[in-house]
């Protein structure tokens, strides 16, 4: 079965600094999904990625899939308090016709 | 982007009873509905798909007499969580997909309790 790794579990940033989080598959993926949680409440998504060495940007948040769609990291730059929340990396491993699997997720705390 | 609209947000129930929870897609029809449960602080964990017209397809450990799935619409999935109790108190979301290798779209989520 599909498992993700997603690290680190947690994060504590200064507002302003940057930062990343990753997102490992055992297997190759064929896509990749970060959705933004607050706990207990619906997922807000931020990017899809689906092709090897892609690399997708949206405002401050940058995601990218290395060329073995195997790992994905996504970066915050210049990090704000509404960046704050659950990130979730969801693996698609049959083109949407399985669900997904999530990994973990990362608290990213974001402190003034 | 597309709405998926899921009823209720929150509930709260007395141990034995059941739960129905609605998952609707608002401005697309779904071929594919995923339901997905989520404990305190742990990720989500799929529970079954639906195809609408069809039965769902249940996840190991997902108890299929006890988490009713009908999809009788491509706009509609229900989940009826029977005979309640407090451990499957949880949150509950559903996702729909218009087609294959397309984004899936999440609703609100609902927060079940069992009392």
New interface residues.
Partial sequence: SQELEQSPQSLIVQEGKNLTINCTSSKTL??L?W?KQKY????I?LM?L?KGGEEKSHEKITAKLDEKKQQSSLHITASQPSHAGIY?C?ADAR???????????THLIIQP | GAVVSQHPSWVICKSGTSVKIECRSLDFQATTMFWYRQFPKQSLMLMATSNEGSKATYEQGVEKDKFLINHASLTLSTLTVTSAHPEDSSFYICSAVLMMNTEAFFGQGTRLTVV
């Fill in positions: 064929y896509g999904y959705y207990g409440e619906g997922l998504f899809m689906q979730l969801g083109g949407g016709a399985d669900g997904l699997t999530f990994g973990k997720g």
